[in-house]
């Protein structure tokens, strides 16, 4: 008998969530908050109990053999992310926080010093705060203009107004790759070529796209990528910036500290090059070592594997969700994936998280982050379900039968 | 925890059917309550003769949870004195945060044993928030003594 294991094409989302020992730890979680952070697997969580046990020292700075393996494991993460991204090469690639701490070094470093008062950065309305606040920072600071590219009615970016928006004075465009909230695919190639067209460049937040989507910077074309590793099944405190290495080289460094500099004196510091000159102090060594165990998991299922199974469930979601009377689920342009946003009529999203928690089904309640989008879909909340390589049919199935319980409770 | 100490029917109903929900044509105090985490809004309208509310309203837009409790909260404290509606205020943030009773003189065991329903929150810790906005909102509305101020929990 042949003893391989086949394992075939299909997505197999139950054998992958024994990956998962939260779910063992929680008989009968429902865990449809995915894009808020997604769990943790157990490569991540035990692979890192076995670099503390094995490899860690500090990076960057010993003699001695441990640390020299330490900092082969770090540098070996970020050759994996450049890898995982198609970066042109590993110094193409800043270790941050997240995707929040990226955008603000882009804005810092590179708006500091190449934006001018009246150069335009323009986002889209589908923004996550921290893909507004930043500019605002800047725009208060030395007087840039921050100009929204709108959506159009089906809730997808309206790329004919985009266009529109595109002059002389557009420097930047700062965009989210999928939305947070509606889970809508952005045309980002059609963004980069439009911006790049106008000699824009182009930053693409890629915190909900990259555990969903095969992510090819190059292909893409975009200047900018940043992206959180919590997302992406790593730990919190880690993430990523990508940046075409022309640019890195241009920009200044935006923190000051150890590791960063070539020499120090008292009177002047010269600046290592990127992107050793953008990571001021101890990086976050276990952090940078998670992520790249994470990467490796994802990798282990596939990432178009991983898309197919996320597109198809988000499309099995929004049927099942769509026929409950009363609901509606926020639009999302023609593509979408991995996040379903919608409200009930006569249950307020908090209510409603409420009652679906007593069912076991975790899911977000609120502006997820992006107050101006709520504005302007005229809504104060939605509840929010998204998914993760561990969610299947039966977690839709659970969502949809908790809502109709909730509809029962508050008699809609 | 269940549902229904959270949800106990007279919460449902005057989630559905707020009492005093509207303007004042001449409020003499006014304050809003905004929660920026979950995005409710109240708007707490009184109007005050001497030491004495003798009307109180609301407007905004919420959960069942703040929808509901500040139709209560509008029904009880009109006719009380400002030191009564005071008195009922502590007793009853003292009951939904801490889950202390605070003895109340007896007059104003009634108005506390009516907000009782609301104090399921407590097994709700990310709902208490939800419940006292607009109490909050009255408070600020007393303290501030002028018309306009805003409060805000998260």
């Known amino acids: 008998m042949n003893a391989s294991v086949d394992v075939g094409t299909a997505f197999d989302a139950r054998a992958l969530r024994r990956e998962f020992p939260i779910f063992a730890r929680n008989p009968g979680l429902v865990f449809l908050d995915t894009a808020a952070s997604a769990q943790k697997p157990r490569a991540v969580i035990e692979g890192l109990a076995d670099y503390y046990s094995s490899d860690y020292a500090n990076v960057h700075r010993g003699v001695y053999g441990l640390s020299a393996r330490s900092t082969d494991r770090f540098e070996l993460a970020r050759h994996n992310v450049a890898a995982f991204l198609n970066a042109a090469g590993d110094s193409e690639i800043v270790f941050v926080r997240g995707a929040t701490e990226g955008i603000n070094l882009v804005a810092q470093s590179w708006g500091g010093t190449f934006l001018r008062a009246g150069d335009q950065v323009v986002i889209s309305a589908l923004e996550h705060h921290s893909n507004i606040v930043p500019w605002q920072f800047l725009r208060d600071r030395i007087g840039i203009e921050l100009v929204v590219a709108p959506i159009g009615e089906t809730g997808g970016l309206d790329l004919d107004a985009f266009e529109r928006l595109l002059n002389e004075r557009t420097k930047l465009v700062s965009m989210t790759h999928v939305a947070n909230v509606t889970g809508h695919i952005l045309p980002v190639r059609d963004v980069v070529r439009l911006a790049h067209a106008k000699g824009a460049k182009v930053l693409l937040d890629g915190c909900q796209a990259l555990p969903r989507i095969p992510v090819d910077v190059r292909d893409l074309d975009c200047d900018f990528y940043v992206f959180s590793g919590h997302k992406l099944y790593g730990p919190t405190g880690i993430g990523g910036l990508y940046a075409k290495r022309a640019i890195l080289d241009s920009m200044p460094p935006w923190q000051g500290g150890g590791d960063m500099i070539q020499t120090v004196t008292f009177e002047r510091s010269t600046y290592a090059p990127p992107p050793a000159r953008f990571e001021a102090g101890t990086p976050d060594i276990s952090g940078a070592i998670g992520l790249d165990l994470a990467l490796g998991f994802i990798e282990s299922i596939g990432r178009d594997e991983i898309f197919a199974h996320e597109a198809a469930l988000t499309e099995y979601a929004i049927q099942r969700l769509a026929v409950i009377p009363g609901l509606r689920v926020i639009g999302a342009g023609a593509r979408r994936i991995g996040v379903v946003s919608f409200t009930l009529d006569g249950v307020h999203p908090h209510d409603l998280a409420t009652v679906l928690d007593t069912h076991g089904v975790a899911v977000r309640a609120g502006h997820h982050c992006a107050q101006p989008l709520m504005d302007h879909l005229g809504l104060d909340a939605t509840t929010r379900a998204s998914f993760g390589v561990y969610s299947d049919e039966s977690d839709v199935d659970a969502l949809v039968s908790a809502v109709q319980a909730a509809r029962h409770m508050f008699g809609v | ?154």
């Open chain 2, 1 to 154: 925890m269940d549902l229904r100490d959270l949800y106990q029917d007279i919460i449902l109903d005057h989630a559905r059917r707020p009492r005093n929900f509207g303007g004042l044509a001449d409020p003499s105090h006014l304050a809003h309550g905004h929660n920026p985490l979950c995005g409710d809004r109240v708007t707490v309208f009184m109007k005050i003769d001497g030491d004495r509310i003798s009307a109180v309203s609301f407007e905004g837009r919420g959960c069942a949870i703040s929808t509901a409790s500040a139709s209560l909260m509008t029904e009880i404290l009109t006719g009380l004195s400002l030191a009564q509606a005071e008195a009922v205020f502590a007793a009853f943030h003292a009951r939904v945060t801490t889950g202390e009773t605070i003895e109340v003189a007896p007059e104003l065991e009634d108005a506390a044993e009516r907000l009782e329903p609301l104090t399921g929150v407590r097994t709700f810790p990310a709902r208490v928030k939800c419940a006292t906005l607009a109490w909050h909102a009255f408070d600020a509305a007393l303290k501030a003594g002028v018309l306009g101020e805003t409060v805000k929990t998260e």
